[in-house]
């Protein structure tokens, strides 16, 4: 029956195709354009498939040899044509086949002088150059001087046919060869001008199509480098702003002003960053014969099509959020080969290396009754801090000195020194950095020593709730210089510099912590002071951050995404294009710049804000004021690196209270951001904290992220292929809430090295040492000699008898990393909650220890924290790319971490969860990535053997927990397949290597959840500290459901879990949970697309030719063209059956009748796709 029904339509083309009688053509005509004018394009689509463009070509030469074509036949051909060609993808080359584009341009020429024919011609026109090819043959013969005709001078008269015109301008301007043959024959300032004289003369705004169209003419002849020059020649940058500014005030005319802010941002001068070199501030002299990036001009990235970097470079663009894969590209991508998805790489390093660490696992070891009175003594903070820098650079200890009976293993920080044999001879060289000792508390002085013991007692005091309290200083000093005097010594003229000076400083600290203590959990700022006088950094840091030092109290309530102004990204494309073209109040004076050590020192101009980021986790690199409460800001690089720009924190002061301060980051790289969808960046206002508000908020207004103008240095000459790299800029206002305040601005709510080490120090000295067992040791020291901890959390043994010691060693190993990037600050936030959840006195917490061994390194990049990195480490390398062969000279941390992994892997005893925690900036939500072979196979369409792949399905059980479990959490922003380019991850690498089957990444957003509980807000501190929380809590479920448990144990977890169930339910109830999540962003509404390649959307224009030849119809009856109006109204069905009116055949014709079964019509269209 199909057959009979395809063969229907196929005979009605041949015949059309074939035969010469024109009531046969015209029935024939008739019934396709009233079966193809209802329902969707699917129809057109099935008629091409079948033949229908080129019948209908083939009719059209036929039609076209008469001298004297017949009309009526010869429009609703071509209106067909129109119709049927933009929807067939091959439709040139039809064309050309069929040898038409002489025929079409001949008709066109034929009927210059009847406009209704001209009209039809020029939409046929218009879809044959819609290929490039075909296009270009068009331009050779002659089109665009036969269309300049037509479109000039300008006049009312005849609106349809000029629109026409200009439609297939632009689609004959596609090309580029095109392009140059417009420009060099004078064309585009023919077509600037006559834009002028449109839109001086269109003051009812009903030629809106006609302008547009001849900006489209210019964007595409904009796309060519000889276009551009040409247009800024002609003062094209000024006339595009002009008109605009005229257009705003009219929503209606947005179609316009788009597409002129494309040519406007498109054209303007391209520049360099205003920097010496887009290489970091900031080097580092690698060990041994590695080097870094050679810092030359001209090689700071070699860019690709598409903005993305070539192979040899770090990682591709798309690939710095970890796991983010364009849906486009990822198939590409996937891993299909079965034998590398299954195959268990050999051992990395000699086998006898992994004995070493045994000294990591000490809790398989260990002998509880020889230590079990030492866990009474308590080692003090000095004691812990003051041996950090002397530490050996790579330190992995031995098995013996574990064992040692001297040995603090409970209170203990940092693992015992010794030499590690393999790495003795290398050193660090310390000798290139710019530290200095100083710092703003002197480890020698005895007025801080005593304040410190004072704060750790009141610190131990404040568990009880009688002491709580909060800030009670509600006044402070008239100005800043009381901040400056107390944390910047070094930089006021009357503070002496002397030891007596630095004495003064400390007592302001001491007398401004006993004034205003702040009542903040698991934070201590002498705790963090201590621990951040050890710290090695590349700048030698002397100051202290007041957010870190003081600490962050969530606020009690959580802020909703912004909501975004429409045309707010327009106007701020504008607002660059103003400095341009209106330069007299552009200040451009810089007013910090890492790369001056003037600036930093010399006093700020009067009315101008003063910067500062050089403090731990620090990145500013230049401030530059463009007017008078606008600053343009500039990122620094990740050490040795010229390239990762995102993470931003710095000091900002002597600003004005309630004005809006526009802040422009300038220089970042990432194609789109959350901040086009609602994410605010985050503010810290010291005057708030002493006033009792210590706390983190999102801050700013105006917040959009699009394309500069501003291009990174050209990859050296010569190289093939390459394009330019173009920058972004994030923009966002400020009303500050006090005058002569001190505020610090970041993009995430920071976590700094100190900070972590701090709260390490307290959670072990607020921990049970009865019911917890907590082990702090090195992992190893990193590039930069900086101490990376390793935890071992776990329950203490029931008591000392065999079984209950057996317990203890065989509880499975849950893995857990954090802050391998160091931008994602928020991973660290998860980690803070997964920490105090372990060592808390919750009964679902004490039994998740009874069930298993916790080994966390919180931290597995400090040096890339401290130096304010965004992805790499001191050697200028992604360590999440370093899985696969990491370097014991450059990439310590994974080379040690991974040692560990295979060392629990080679006794038997590889993690039952392997977790690596991570950022997000492009994605909503928490979420896991996981790994799946079957799943990878799927979605690149392989054909999977069931009995030959086979594979446990477990990896899915913990999202699915996570999923009942965590607000944030959704399962179906989950991903478990296995990418080429996430071969070196640290996910794949321990699932393929180590036969860990739920190895997982888990992302957080750095913006709000699109589901559940929090939909529509942003998350703070508390929500991601929950989140690590309830992993704890889905690990606990895992273990009931995955591994056999004891009567005892299910009968204790079933009791805590009905009740935690309750409470999620009861949370949950609160907010309908949609089980479909959609891509992870729509495109924003304003996106600009600034690709010199791009052209409209097919669709749009499809839509936009089908209207217009609907518009035309209503005229087709018995008008006379004359001076009209494109409204952009669509005509009524009865308007369009005059299409047909003068075609129809008589009553006594022989032609078919339309519901003729011989052509098999009916049938044929019944079960057509519509």
């Known amino acids: 029956m199909a057959e009979q029904e395809a063969s229907g339509l196929q005979v009605l083309l041949s015949t059309l195709q074939s035969s010469c009688d024109k009531d046969v053509i015209l029935n024939i005509l008739s019934v396709l354009t009233d079966l193809l004018s209802l329902g969707t394009g699917r129809r057109i689509h099935y008629v091409v498939s079948k033949g229908g463009s080129e019948a209908l070509l083939q009719a059209l030469a036929t039609a076209a040899q008469t001298e004297l074509p017949d009309h009526g036949t010869l429009l609703p051909l071509l209106r067909l044509l129109a119709r049927v060609g933009q929807r067939d993808r091959k439709f040139g080359l039809k064309v050309q086949k069929a040898e038409a584009t002489d025929i079409i341009l001949s008709l066109t020429r034929r009927h210059l002088g009847h406009h209704l024919h001209l009209t039809h011609c020029l939409w046929v026109l218009r879809v044959c150059a819609s290929n490039v090819t075909t296009g270009t043959m068009l331009g050779i013969n002659g089109a665009m001087e036969l269309l300049f005709k037509v479109i000039t001078p300008y006049s009312k008269r005849h609106v349809r046919t000029v629109r026409a015109a200009i439609g297939a301008l632009a689609a ?27 839109h001086r003369n269109d003051v009812s705004n009903n030629y809106i199509y006609i302008r547009r169209g001849l900006l489209l003419c210019l964007k595409y002849i904009t796309n060519i480098q000889l276009g551009r020059e040409t247009f800024l020649g002609s003062r094209g940058m000024e006339i595009l702003f002009t008109s605009v500014q005229d257009c705003l005030s009219c929503k209606n005319l947005d179609p316009i002003i788009t597409t002129a802010t494309h040519i406007l941002r498109k054209c303007y001068p391209k520049e360099h960053l205003p920097v010496v070199t887009v290489r970091s501030s900031y080097s580092f002299p690698l060990p041994g014969n590695a080097s870094a990036e050679p810092p030359c001009e001209g090689s700071e990235g070699k860019w690709l099509k598409g903005d993305s970097e070539s192979e040899g470079e770090e990682e591709d663009e798309k690939d710095w959020d970890n796991e983010d894969v364009e849906s486009k590209e990822e198939d590409c991508d996937l891993e299909t080969d079965v034998n590398k998805l299954r195959s268990r790489p050999v051992l990395d390093r000699p086998e006898q290396e992994l004995e070493k660490y045994e000294a990591l696992c000490a809790e398989l070891f260990q002998n509880f009754q020889e230590l079990e009175f030492e866990s009474e003594e308590k080692k003090s903070l000095e004691d812990r801090t003051e041996s950090l820098p002397s530490a050996p650079s790579h330190f992995i200890p031995s098995a013996t000195s574990v064992k040692h009976p001297n040995c603090r293993w409970r209170n203990q920080s940092v693992t015992e020194m010794g030499p590690d044999p393999g790495e003795q001879d290398f050193k660090v060289p310390l000798q290139s950095w710019r530290k200095k000792e100083e710092c703003i508390w002197d480890k020698n002085d005895e007025n801080r020593d005593i304040a410190e013991k004072a704060q750790d007692k009141e610190f131990c005091e404040e568990k009880d709730p009688a002491r709580s309290h909060v800030f009670a200083l509600c006044s402070l000093l008239k100005d800043s210089a009381w901040y400056k005097k107390v944390f910047y010594p070094h930089c006021e003229a009357s503070i002496d510099p002397s030891p007596e000076g630095r004495l003064e400083s400390s007592d302001l600290v001491r007398n401004l912590l006993e004034k205003h203590r702040g009542d903040i959990p698991f934070h201590s700022p002498c705790f963090y002071a201590a621990r951040a006088q050890c710290v090695k950094s590349i700048p030698g840091y002397r100051e202290l951050a007041f957010p870190d030092f003081w600490g962050h109290q969530p606020p009690p309530y959580s802020k909703p995404v912004l909501e975004r102004k429409h045309g707010l990204q327009r106007d701020k494309v504008l607002d660059d294009v103003r400095r341009l073209i209106q330069p007299g109040d552009v200040i451009g004076r810089t007013v910090f710049d890492l790369d001056d050590p003037s600036s930093l020192s010399s006093p700020a101009a009067p009315g101008c804000l003063t910067f500062f980021s050089k403090f731990e986790s620090g990145n500013l690199r230049k401030a530059i004021q463009v007017r008078e409460f606008e600053y343009d800001l500039i ?26 301060y526009r802040f422009n980051i300038i220089n970042c790289e990432k194609l789109n951001s959350q901040f086009n969808y609602g994410m605010q960046l985050v503010m810290y206002s010291v005057r708030e904290a002493l006033q009792g508000r210590p706390r983190w908020t999102r801050a700013g207004q105006e917040i959009c ?62 921990r049970n040492p009865r019911k917890v067992y907590w082990r702090q040791q090195t992992l190893c020291q990193t590039l930069g000699g900086n101490p990376c901890p390793l935890l071992t959390i776990t329950a203490m043994p029931e008591s000392k008898n065999r079984d209950d010691l057996e317990q203890f060693c065989s509880r499975p190993y849950v893995f857990l990393t954090a802050r391998v990037h160091p931008g994602e600050s928020n991973a660290s936030w998860v980690m803070k909650g997964t920490l105090e959840f372990l060592v808390s006195s919750d009964p679902i917490a004490e039994l998740l220890r009874k069930c298993f061994i916790f080994k966390i390194v919180p931290m597995l990049n400090p040096d890339g924290v401290i130096n304010g990195n965004l992805r790499c480490s001191l050697s200028g390398d992604d360590l999440n790319r370093q899985w696969l062969a990491p370097s014991s000279q450059l990439h310590p941390t ?100 180590m036969g860990v089957l739920r190895s997982y990444t888990m992302e957080s957003t750095y913006c709000s959840c699109s589901h559940g509980l929090y939909r529509g807000l942003q998350l703070g501190t508390q929500e991601l500290e929950e989140m690590g929380s309830k992993f704890c809590l889905g690990l606990l479920i895992l273990h009931l459901k995955s591994l056999p448990c004891s009567k005892e144990l299910m009968a204790q977890a079933a009791l805590l879990l009905d009740l935690e169930e309750e409470i999620t339910d009861r949370a949950q109830r609160r907010c309908s949970n949609s089980s479909l999540e959609s891509d992870d962003e729509p495109p924003c509404a304003e996106e600009i697309d600034y690709d010199t390649a791009s052209s409209s959307d097919g669709e749009e224009e499809f839509l936009e030719l089908d209207q217009e030849i609907q518009e035309c119809l209503s005229c087709v009856e018995g008008e006379t063209e004359d001076e009209g109006v494109t409204t952009g109204q669509t005509c009524s069905s009865r308007a369009l059956r005059g299409l047909y009116i003068s075609s129809q055949p008589a009553p006594n014709s022989t032609a078919l009748p339309l519901g003729s079964p011989a052509l098999g019509l009916c049938r044929g269209f019944e079960s057509s796709p519509v």
């Open 635 to 660: 990122m620094n690089a990740d050490v040795n690196s010229s390239q990762h720009h995102q993470w931003f924190y710095f000091e900002v002061c002597d600003m004005k209270p309630a004005v809006p």
């Open 172 to 198: 004959l301007l596609k090309s580029k060869s095109n392009s140059r043959r417009a420009v060099n024959r004078g064309y585009l300032g023919e077509l600037l001008r006559l834009y002028q004289d449109w």
């Open 894 to 993: 994974i080379y040690h971490a991974k040692g560990l992994l295979y060392y629990l892997s080679s006794i038997g005893r590889a993690p039952l969860v392997f977790c690596d925690y991570h950022g997000h900036s492009q994605k909503k939500n928490v979420f896991l990535y996981g790994c799946s072979i079957k799943e990878t196979l799927w979605q690149a369409g392989c054909m999977v053997d069931t009995a030959v792949v086979t594979e446990d399905v477990g990896y899915r059980t913990l999202p699915k927990i996570l999923d009942k479990v965590a607000p944030a959490f959704v399962m179906n922003s989950c991903s478990f397949l296995v990418e080429k380019s996430r071969a070196s991850t640290a996910r794949v690498v321990v699932w393929k290597e």
């Open 705 to 766: 992220y699009y394309k500069n103008h501003y291009r990174c240095r050209s990859a050296a000459a010569g190289g093939g292929g390459v394009r330019r790299r173009f920058y972004y800029t994030l923009t966002f206002s400020i009303k500050f809430p006090h005058k002569d305040d001190v505020c610090y601005l970041a993009y995430h709510y920071p976590y700094t090295y100190s900070t972590m080490m701090s709260h390490l120090d307290i959670l072990e000295q607020n």
